[in-house]
């Protein structure tokens, strides 16, 4: 199973850019949804997180301005990204994880212009 990942592209800050993760075959007993960026030289860091209940986690970097999202018919997971800023640009990697496996997307990449 590979997790797909799409949307990202240039934008100019303050602009928005939708992603959207999807696997190649739907999988079963996900307990954790989250996106990850990683800049050029830097570690990859958590930008946003889902749970099966719903709840979602952000770090301060991001708050208010990224919102991750589900559909489960579509079993997609999107992450809605507003009010962009130069130091959101980087490669943006999708993670979903069960109590057995761990599975990356193969990332993409947004840049943000000033």
């Known amino acids: 199973v590979q997790l797909q990942a799409s949307g990202g592209g240039m934008v100019q800050a303050g602009g928005s850019l939708r992603l959207s993760c999807a696997p190649s075959?739907?999988?079963?007993?996900?307990?954790?949804m989250a996106w990850y960026r990683q800049a050029p030289g830097k570690q990859r860091d958590l930008v946003a997180a889902?749970?099966?209940?719903?709840?979602?986690r952000y770090p301060d970097s991001v708050k208010g301005r990224f919102t991750i999202s589900r559909n489960i018919a579509k079993n997609t997971v999107y992450l809605q990204m507003d009010s962009l800023k130069p130091e959101d640009t980087g490669n943006y990697y999708c993670?979903?994880?069960?109590?057995?496996?761990?599975?990356w997307g193969q990332g993409t990449q947004v840049t943000v212009s000033s």
């Open positions: 993670n979903w994880k069960s109590d057995q496996i761990n599975y």
């Open positions: 075959r739907r999988v079963s007993g996900i307990n954790y």
């Open positions: 889902m749970f099966p209940s719903g709840e979602t």
